[in-house]
Nanobody, 115 residues
Framework: VHLVESGGGLGQPGGSLRLACASSGSTFSSNTMAWYRQAPGKERELVAT???????NYADFVEGRFAISRDSAKNTLYLQLTSLRPEDTAVYYC??????????WGKGTLVNISS
């Protein structure tokens, strides 16, 4: 299974970015999908999850600023980032757990928030 993230880059405080993660290479449908992030010098942490039924869950630090969504027909996961802060700077990783129980990670996309 191949996961490719896109949409990262340089942003300003208070700005918005939209991340996408395209999944390919499996005959099994995605079950739970998620976004994680890893800031410099810190451990990887969960940002948001979305189940196959569309139920979502967010880390406390999100505070209503991010929105996770998925397009199952396109096998694509999204993360809309708004009201960005410098502390949101991190590499954002896509996580995809398939119905066969196997889980995969993307290589990440860098989000750098700076004025």
């Amino acid at each position: 299974v191949h996961l490719v993230e896109s949409g990262g880059g340089l942003g300003q405080p208070g700005g918005s970015l939209r991340l996408a993660c395209a999944s390919s290479g499996s005959t099994f449908s995605s079950n739970t999908m998620a976004w994680y992030r890893q800031a410099p010098g810190k451990e990887r942490e969960l940002v948001a999850t979305i189940t196959r039924r569309g139920n979502t869950n967010y880390a406390d630090f999100v505070e209503g600023r991010f929105a996770i969504s998925r397009d199952s027909a396109k096998n694509t996961l999204y993360l809309q980032l708004t009201s960005l802060r410098p502390e949101d700077t991190a590499v954002y990783y896509c996580y995809n757990k398939l119905l066969d129980g196997m889980a995969y990670w993307g290589k990440g996309t860098l989000v750098n928030i700076s004025s």
